[in-house]
DNA sequence: TAGGCGATGGGTAACGTTCCCCACGGTGGG
DNA sequence: CCCACCGTGGGGAACGTTACCCATCGCCTA
């Protein structure tokens, strides 16, 4: 490999020799400490702007400290994360610390695994893991190096915090919005990639729809396809209960995501929505009120989440120990492809 | 804030004194460097296995390399983007490389700034950069610091990689689609959220637009709605062309995002797609099929792009000077949502 | 007036890794 | 037999920053 010949940074001791002062006080001033009158405060900033100075970062993770908070996502193809960034970055701004996103999913527990190391080794002050698949153990294993934040999973911890919706009430809201427009055959689309762990909200959604129609009723009508949450898992899995007879008149989607394919497979067998079959989703991504068909679907505030996960982690860096626990209730936003199930 | 009393790391002093060799035999173990004998390697590498050993990046940094590649996305909403990262991973897995992303759009080009900034500060080895704002003479700046790739965006350096669809093509295509359909009154839905700088993708695509219609003198049809490639945009960017007398019996939405906004529009003004209007759109993300309207687009193998990208980025870091420039020829996928118009 | 104290500024040793050197022992050719 | 050379391994400085600790100075109090 050949050495580029970059132009050598600004670092500290040229600020500090260009303001004719020490390199600490240039440290103190960055770091506003205590102990540095406001004339020594002036002239360090004013050499810093003077030669463009910033920080180098990897010389600060090596005392300690990057300003830096990592973000585990599973995939960018969900436009829900999206909202959860948003929020993140609203409530980091402002504070000196930069968001940096690494995928985690995709190719199973080795590559979230390599993706979760590759944060801690980066030395990244905080973590905020949206819908981990590891055990338990290993998030608190992480937790001891870095301060942690789980988003999107039904666990608790006395060394992490979590953030979450109450996917109980959400997948019930669902379940029960379909059962008083009167259907009767309602299915589900689930994702089981990552195992069926009822500390999962997919298991959870899951688990409440099986409840939901068991209290009305209905057990014999509860039908199931595990796929995963996306397009191509929503189409494939309602391929598969198109194909029951006799069919689902309604279909509760554990993710819009999956909804999308849902749509499409029901499309594609010359059905209508919400005409021959209802369909719900989950999580109301913006997008979804903007489909051509307006997707019935549960709203959980991402933005929220993602606000407050930011604040936590903030503060757990800050020093709290004690462990938090968030959870926002979601509401049902019903749309034009949910409706009463025709006559038969 | 308190110090986390979290364990030591094992270093490389660590391993070197288990395996009862120096430091230095280590980190040549580790840069597979030459002048190591079977046996040390051995030796070492059982040591690290042993210990569970993984480099502190941060320390590397400081010494010229991080094993990281920075990714500068606008933001993670436009699924096409994951098309091309899902690329940009496959091509550096197994290279030892790490891709990071950080959203550099949504609040103007100084939050652009921030991010790039933010990644030259974390001394990446490269930077991947897609559909950059600012200046050629800041990315050719940044080009002086780290390796860089740049994705669609229109211009030549002689510091930097390109990688980009030939948006001339595509916007071609899918003009001349619709004039054969018979459509004479199409309009276009543009962003102008970066300006009007002939090097961005979506000025060609509206400059392309234009002269196409010009060619097939329909110059007086010309009809532009300039918000920005978002749901909200294409929403925005219909209602306006809607209101028109004559309204357009064509949109083409210079990005699946904008197409799925004017769908939504559309439907809300008790129109049909592609019954009285007919739409196209540009990236043909993965969605765009599985949608419930399946919507008419321009393919450009983002994976190909993200794929090529990283490996263009690998060359550089490598040692290339020279400048590459890679560009996809797009395809059309006609869908449903394009038809002859309504005989008036 | 001496001693102490608070406020400010600086010297310097780390942090973990890499890489430039140099040392050492063995081998082969003159 | 001596010297040059090669293959291997190690010593140690350097990367940029921070934080501990000490020095200095001016002022207040006993």
Chains 1, 2 share one sequence.
Request: charged share 25%.
């Amino acid at each position: 490999m050949v050495t580029r010949d970059r132009q050598r940074r600004v670092t500290i001791t040229d600020v500090a020799k260009h303001a004719q002062v020490s390199t600490t006080a240039v440290s103190k001033v960055l770091q506003n400490a205590y102990g540095v009158s406001e004339a020594m405060r002036a002239k360090v900033r004013a050499a810093i702007d003077e030669l463009g100075y910033r920080p180098h970062n990897a010389a600060r993770a090596m005392r300690g400290r990057t300003f830096t908070i990592g973000v585990l996502l599973p995939h960018i193809r969900n436009p829900f994360f999206a909202d959860i960034l948003d929020g993140l970055t609203e409530e980091i701004s402002g504070s000196g610390y930069q968001a940096i996103m690494v995928q985690s999913g995709g190719r199973g527990p080795a590559a979230e695994r390599r993706a979760s190391d590759a944060l801690v080794d980066r030395q990244v002050d905080g973590i905020l893991w949206v819908a981990p698949l590891c055990s338990k153990s290993q998030l608190e294993k992480m937790a001891g190096d870095t301060p942690l934040v789980v988003l999107g999973r039904h666990d608790r911890s006395a060394l992490y915090d979590c953030v979450l919706d109450d996917d109980e009430i959400g997948a019930a809201l669902v379940v029960e919005h379909l059962i008083a427009l009167g259907h009767r055959r309602i299915a589900h689309i689930t994702d089981d990639v990552g195992g069926r762990s009822s500390v999962l909200l997919q298991t959870v959604r899951a688990t409440t729809y099986e409840r939901v129609m068991t209290e009305h009723g209905l057990a014999e009508h509860i039908a199931v396809a595990a796929t995963s949450y996306t397009e191509e898992g929503g189409y494939e899995g309602t391929r598969e209960l198109l194909a029951r007879d006799p069919r689902p008149t309604a279909i509760f989607a554990g993710a819009d995501q999956a909804a999308f394919g849902a749509l499409a497979a029901i499309h594609e067998a010359g059905l209508t929505v919400p005409g021959d079959i209802s369909v719900a989703g989950y999580d109301n991504a913006r997008v979804v009120g903007f489909a051509h068909i307006a997707l019935t679907s549960v709203d959980q505030d991402g933005a929220l989440m993602g606000k407050t996960a930011g604040r936590l982690l903030l503060e757990r860096i800050g020093g709290r120990t004690s462990a938090v626990r968030f959870s926002v209730t979601p509401t049902l936003v019903p749309r034009r492809s949910t409706a009463p199930p025709k006559t038969p």
